[in-house]
């Protein structure tokens, strides 16, 4: 798993430890929670980088009732996000699961809170992604760490896992900036103020010896120091190979780092929270779309479905397999990664149609629903085909673009080499360049057009939800995520169906352990985050749901060992 200029491998350097985590994304929390109650933990990340996909995120963890949403004021409880969840996953996860995130999150971010220098806060106004749900949240409960140092972490800040998107120069963007920047032309007054303090923290950061960091970043990051600090081995370049067992328990893991195979002995359990099958094709041809020729993912490279398939060979059961966290992005150029499309799909004077020329779906939906959507009609028989989000002249000058193309810029000329991008000055003119019938492009943007004119969307529903109307444009009215499209100046820019990982995995129970076949626990195994089947079943509740159900489950599967551990030792006397 080496690269150019790669640090060098963080050997291991013991053979027996109570609890063994493979991976280093929320495993991290796990080993933190664990070295607090009294265990001797270890970590095995099998790329030569620390902070799996953790680090590759945008950070933020939705974890309902937690002490910042109390701190900063959110109206929310245990009992409102019970009811949210009851209604959203419906009957797609058992209820145990899902339950032990809100019955511990608070522990959760209190032990976070203890154990790193990290500092969180409320993202005031992200809302759930279905908000009208009973239960549902207008206002959201994700939370993300302020900018965090990264100078912390010494002469290990080369093993933190880069990020996938960087600002142009030295800036911490949190979620909360990443709104308010797509806007930057709209709302300058209100802009270029926090951009500017950013680009201060940033800048002036480095003068003082400092390297501010946010997003996932910030969160891997301060983990990853509070794990050094806590003085928790983490070995890198150290792959699974496979779990060692007495009996039907299993008892440590077999490794190998460089040539050499090593056995680890956990003397009360092995952790398996080394991510999903996102860069398998094989697994993602079978269990989820003959179509995934292509390796789209943005999860981290080492995430190759390894722990799940040692976990069956173990004899456990996995669930979910279809699913992941996707999410449509720009059609990748040459070896550059897709780039995803969020606040994008939102903002008015846009529209995102199929190889038809039709829409077919509410644009600003969550990103999980919208592949989703896209993998539910190719099953159908009636796959979307190419893809095309068609804009005019008045959005390419008023927004960001793909996190890179800044209002007035125009779209890089390699877009439009690779045929991902054209342009035209009518309808007709745009639906040839792209290939799709142009009655039906015409149709459709008149269609748009009568209804966007009065704020409404009749087809599907965009600007009705909370969540829709958080990426739009606060400054266009009477709907911040509609407006006419100007036929004068049109564009077209291919969209793929990329995704933040899978989340089909191992099947575990509320406490994190791994189940077989018949539903009984393997004794001396444990899952979390993308290794496992997906807590909330089919259903992405809120922004940062992913990465806050493998943080609770690193407390509780903790919590589990330490218990087992006492148990031990009480027996033993």
Request: aromatic share 8%; with cysteine.
């Amino acid at each position: 798993m080496s690269a150019p200029n790669s640090p060098a491998p963080q050997p291991i350097d013991r053979a027996s430890v109570d609890l063994l985590v493979i991976g280093s994304g929320t495993g991290l929390a796990t080993a933190l929670a664990a070295h607090e109650l009294g265990l001797e933990v270890a970590v095995a990340e099998k790329t030569l980088l620390v902070g799996g996909s953790t680090a590759r995120s945008g950070g933020a963890f939705w974890i309902p009732g937690n002490p910042v949403l109390a701190h900063d004021g959110a109206v929310d409880s245990v009992e409102r996000a019970a009811e949210y969840l009851t209604a959203a996953v419906q009957d797609s996860s058992p209820r145990a699961r899902w339950q032990t995130v809100l019955d511990h999150g608070a522990e959760t971010v209190e032990m976070l809170q203890r154990t790193t220098e990290l500092s969180f806060t409320w993202v005031k106004g992200y809302a759930d992604y279905f908000p009208q749900l009973p239960g549902g949240s207008a206002q959201g409960r994700s939370v993300e760490s302020r900018p965090f140092d990264l100078r912390r972490l010494g002469s290990e800040r080369a093993r933190l896992q880069p990020e996938v998107m960087s600002a142009p120069f030295p800036m911490p963007v949190t979620g909360a900036n990443y709104k308010w920047l797509n806007l930057i032309a709209k709302q300058p007054l209100r802009v270029l103020p926090m951009a500017m303090k950013r680009g201060i923290q940033g800048v002036g950061g480095l003068a003082l010896g400092r390297e501010y960091a946010a997003g996932g970043q910030a969160l891997a990051g301060g983990m990853y120091d509070g794990a050094i600090r806590a003085g928790i081995p983490i070995w890198t370049g150290a792959e699974l190979i496979d779990l060692v067992r007495e009996g039907t328990r299993v008892v440590g893991a077999r490794l190998r780092q460089g040539d050499a195979e090593v056995t680890v002995l956990a003397k009360y359990g092995v952790v398996l929270a080394a991510g999903g099958f996102d860069h398998n094709m094989r697994m993602r041809r079978e269990y989820q779309s003959p179509a995934l020729v292509a390796d789209l993912s943005l999860g981290a490279k080492g995430n190759t479905g390894d722990a799940i398939q040692i976990a069956e060979r173990a004899g456990a059961a996995i669930g979910n397999m279809d699913q992941a966290w996707w999410f449509p992005a720009v059609a990748p150029v040459g070896e550059e990664p897709p780039q995803i499309l969020l606040a994008e799909r939102s903002l008015p004077g846009s529209i995102i149609v199929d190889s038809s020329g039709r829409r077919f779906i509410n644009e600003a939906t969550g990103y999980m629903s919208f592949g989703q959507e896209v993998l539910r009609r190719e099953r159908a028989g009636d796959p979307v085909g190419s893809m095309w989000m068609v804009f005019d002249q008045r959005y390419r000058n008023s927004y960001l673009y793909a996190g890179q193309v800044f209002p007035r810029m125009a779209l890089p000329p390699a877009w439009y080499e690779a045929g991902i991008a054209h342009r035209a000055s009518s309808v007709a003119g745009l639906a040839g360049a792209i290939g799709v019938p142009a009655a039906a492009l015409a149709e459709t943007i008149a269609r748009f057009n009568s209804h966007a004119g009065a704020g409404t969307d009749s087809d599907f529903g965009r600007g009705e939800s909370a969540y829709d109307r958080y990426y739009g444009d606060p400054t266009n009215f009477p709907n911040p995520c509609l407006r006419e499209l100007d036929e004068r100046r049109l564009y077209a820019v291919q969209i793929v169906i990329s995704d933040l990982g899978t989340c089909g995995g191992i099947l575990a129970d509320g406490t994190g352990r791994v189940l077989d076949h018949a539903g009984a626990p393997i004794s001396g195994l444990f899952t979390q985050g993308n290794s496992a089947a997906n807590v909330f079943g089919s259903v992405y509740p809120g922004a940062g749901a992913t990465i806050g159900q493998g943080l609770v489950y690193g407390v509780v599967i903790a919590n589990e060992v330490a218990r087992i551990a006492q148990g031990a030792s009480v027996g033993a006397q």
